[in-house]
């Protein structure tokens, strides 16, 4: 008994530690397979595509009938405020790794294997269903132009009058996502060009939405009743139309691809974001103003508006402009989860077929058509209602986990900073970056840098002065930590074991003393050396960064309580006593161990674009993003529910064991 006893818990301690297993990024930037080709602009309107799309012409009427009424323009700015803080987050991990996977390869990178296939799998699988509510978007707009004969037709004929099933096939919408992934399957930089021209004619269209729709405008419409649902529909119109703002998930996802990710991605998300803001706020008042909300059609909002005010030759033209739009977002949709699929596949956690990339057009292929196929069938069959509450609930996570993992990299050991992307270093440049990462223990053989196949990690140890790389001796982890910092101290570094803190932070964080950050996560010292200095002695016996992240969760955590208590408490019974003391001693918590962070030195080694006001930003994104989470419809957290066991099984089946992480474990790190 006490064998078998024994034997599972070397099971168990073995299957945590594997969903502990955290991604290390140098083999993934070295990678070229991907065509990097897009400059700033093509960035820009990728994210203006990906957002201006449903998210205005279909979302604002769904929202602003049954969920907010004229309030929803506060809920776009609300949304927008959740959106920019994530955006930030999002544009920090984006300039210092580029490559393909975005949200899904930050949490690898920083939490661990479990969590990170949790992310990416209900990333894609949300974006999916996006696409296809996109596409039957897309099919109503066209039914309009065609005075509803598609509809009129198929509903006379194929019938299927269904709450879960949409009323007919839409054979159309198929049709739509067919012809986009075909356009992708010829290369970014023809797509791209594709998405920039049909982008200006609906930033065209939207401009004429807001002239237009303010001259005709009645203010009796806001007067009369601008909170129909009160503000917990406006909060709840909120977490939906977030999903409006999710442009930077294009943008990161397309990292990889492009010219300049550090300088060009913060950019790019700063101008898409603005625009988009400004679009969404005056679309939804012009909207809201000229027509009742409770008489609004979810499906074509303003198109009917025109209608509405009897200006009968308008919605031709926002039937125009609305089709220009929701196609851009199709196809940049349709560009965001193949490679969300690929980046998976590439770490053995999905199906290898799916990271295969085609050599001419270098696009994964495999992965494009997987989606496009999927997606396909979803707006064949499945009512676009439907489809709209699966939305959102899958990026208010990615998005809490990416701040999550901001906080937790900045005050983490780590050595980002010294990986460079093969395209954008010489040979010098990579020789340069091979002999630092030796010094780690670590280094890259590579045959031919222009062929990703050809890249791996091997452990070795630093080669003696003189010595050839071939010739190198296996030398013990100990010994390169000793070495290390020796000299260190014969180059007056100062990394003696003299320091209390220096001295009992590190394990195996040899990176720390090669790149300058062997402060990072450790007590200021300028704390230390206050009167006040004894009171953190006991946070030496931990690896730096470990006080941080649980002071975090402990703060995130309150904080949560907090945001739960105020939505769901009633009014009257949050004056009572039993409420306020425990309201005010768990925000009395949560700041406490926020601003305990503080003094803690943060990572000085980022050379690229980074979160300002760190760890206040992205603590302002985790909350918001959970209490949108909160207020979202119950049924949404059973339809996770289901997909996230279905990716668990797929999980557990095949990805946990062949992850390369499981098949080559000294590629792991200890962030």
Not at 328 to 351: E, Q, T
Not at 511 to 535: E, M, R
Request: glycine share 6%; hydrophobic share 50%.
């Amino acid at each position: 008994m006490k064998i078998r006893r024994k034997v599972m818990g070397l099971f168990f301690d073995d299957m945590v530690k594997g969903f502990q297993r955290k991604k290390d990024m140098s083999e993934d930037m070295m990678r070229k397979d991907l065509k990097r080709c897009f400059s700033m602009v093509d960035l820009t309107f990728l994210a203006i595509s990906g957002m201006v799309g449903s998210g205005l012409y279909v979302l604002a009427g769904t929202v602003a009938k049954n969920t907010a009424g004229p309030s929803i323009v506060i809920a776009y700015i609300l949304a927008a405020i959740a959106s920019v803080l994530s955006a930030t987050c999002y544009a920090e991990f984006a300039a210092r790794v580029p490559v393909a996977g975005s949200a899904y390869q930050f949490t690898y990178l920083s939490i661990g294997e479990l969590w990170a296939f949790i992310i990416g799998w209900n990333v894609a699988i949300e974006h999916a269903i996006y696409l296809s509510a996109t596409a039957k978007s897309c099919a109503s707009y066209i039914d309009q132009l065609a005075n509803g004969t598609i509809e009129a037709y198929f509903n006379k004929h194929m019938h299927m009058g269904s709450k879960f099933f949409a009323p007919h096939p839409d054979f159309l919408a198929a049709a739509l996502i067919l012809i986009f992934a075909a356009t992708l399957l010829l290369g970014v930089k023809i797509s791209s060009k594709i998405n920039i021209a049909i982008s200006v004619i609906n930033l065209l269209v939207l401009l004429f939405i807001m002239a237009t729709g303010f001259a005709f405008a009645k203010v009796e419409n806001w007067t009369n009743d601008f909170f129909p649902y009160g503000w917990s529909g406006t909060l709840k119109g909120a977490s939906t139309l977030v999903f409006s703002y999710v442009g930077y998930e294009m943008i990161a996802s397309a990292t990889e691809e492009a010219i300049n990710a550090a300088r060009d991605i913060p950019i790019s998300l700063g101008i898409a974001v603005s625009v988009v803001m400004l679009a969404y706020v005056g679309g939804s008042a012009a909207l809201t103003l000229m027509v009742p909300y409770n008489l609004i059609d979810p499906t074509a909002p303003f198109p009917s508006a025109y209608d509405y005010c009897q200006v009968y030759w308008a919605k031709y033209v926002i039937s125009i402009g609305a089709l220009a739009a929701m196609l851009a977002c199709l196809l940049a949709i349709l560009f965001v989860v193949p490679r969300y699929l690929l980046a998976m596949s590439r770490d053995g956690l999905l199906w290898e077929f799916l990271g295969r990339v085609h050599p001419i057009t270098q696009v994964p292929h495999i992965a494009t058509m997987t989606v496009a196929g999927v997606s396909m069938v979803m707006a064949a069959f499945i009512s676009l209602q439907t489809l709209v509450e699966f939305i959102s609930i899958g990026q208010l996570i990615a998005c809490t986990f990416v701040a999550i993992c901001v906080i937790k990299l900045r005050y983490c050991p780590n050595n980002l900073s010294s990986y460079s992307r093969a395209d954008l270093s010489d040979d010098e440049d990579n020789e340069t970056s091979t002999l630092a990462m030796r010094q780690l223990g670590l280094s890259i053989s590579y045959k031919d840098l222009s062929n990703k196949d050809d890249v791996h990690l091997t452990k070795r140890n630093p080669p003696a002065v003189g010595e050839e790389e071939g010739d190198s001796t296996e030398i013990t982890e100990k010994q390169d930590i000793e070495e290390t910092r020796s000299r260190e101290a014969s180059n007056g570094g100062g990394g003696g074991s003299s320091d209390p803190i220096r001295s009992n932070s590190f394990g195996n964080n040899e990176s720390s003393f090669l790149f300058g950050q062997n402060n990072c996560g450790t007590v200021k010292k300028s704390i230390i050396n206050s009167p006040y200095g004894h009171l953190f002695a006991w946070t030496h016996a931990y690896r730096p960064g470990v006080v941080v992240f649980n002071s975090l969760m402990v703060s995130v955590s309150c904080g949560s309580i907090c945001s739960g208590l105020l939505l769901f408490v009633p009014s009257k019974t949050l004056t009572q006593a039993y409420v306020v003391i425990p309201l005010i001693t768990l925000t009395i918590v949560a700041i406490s161990t926020l601003a305990f962070i503080t003094a803690f030195n943060p990572d000085t080694s980022i050379k690229t674009f980074k979160v300002p006001l760190v760890p206040l930003v992205p603590y302002l994104s985790i909350i918001i993003n959970v209490t949108l989470i909160m207020k979202l419809d119950p049924l949404t957290w059973l339809r996770l529910a289901i997909w996230i066991i279905i990716g668990l099984i797929i999980y557990a089946t095949y990805g946990f064991k062949n992850s390369k992480l499981a098949q080559h474990p000294a590629e792991s790190t200890e962030v």
